[in-house]
Nanobody
Framework: QVRLVESGGGLVQNGGSLKLSCRASGTINGIERVGWYRRPPGKATEPVAS???????EYSESVKGRFTISGGTTWVAAGLQMDNLKPEDTAVYYCVAAFRKTGSYDYWGQGTQVTVSS
């Protein structure tokens, strides 16, 4: 089992910045991909960014150029630097991890709320 715990969410003004962190524990050996998803109010959950053990990174078009995903001291401890935040970035953000480099994620965190005021 892998446990993921997010931190760093909060309230920020339009154009502001926040950094989310994800702490992974448990059987993390073999994790090949970590990432972030988000669920805006009243909408479906959507991917935000991903990072593989090979260093391959992907971003959704809506955050490209504004968000940066990074690994921690153990690479599975993924961070998400969010700059130039917009009200439409308001969502619950989830840290995710997988034992494969493609396909669905095996583990999800509980989520952290990010609210961007206009």
């Amino acid at each position: 089992q892998v446990r993921l715990v997010e931190s760093g969410g909060g309230l920020v003004q339009n154009g502001g910045s926040l950094k989310l962190s994800c702490r992974a524990s448990g059987t993390i050996n073999g994790i090949e991909r970590v990432g972030w998803y988000r669920r805006p109010p009243g909408k479906a959950t959507e991917p935000v960014a991903s990072l593989t053990s090979d260093g391959d990174i992907e971003y959704s078009e809506s955050v490209k150029g504004r968000f940066t995903i990074s690994g921690g001291t153990t690479w599975v401890a993924a961070g998400l630097q969010m700059d130039n935040l917009k009200p439409e970035d308001t969502a619950v953000y989830y840290c995710v991890a997988a034992f494969r480099k493609t396909g669905s994620y095996d583990y999800w965190g509980q989520g952290t709320q990010v609210t961007v005021s206009s």
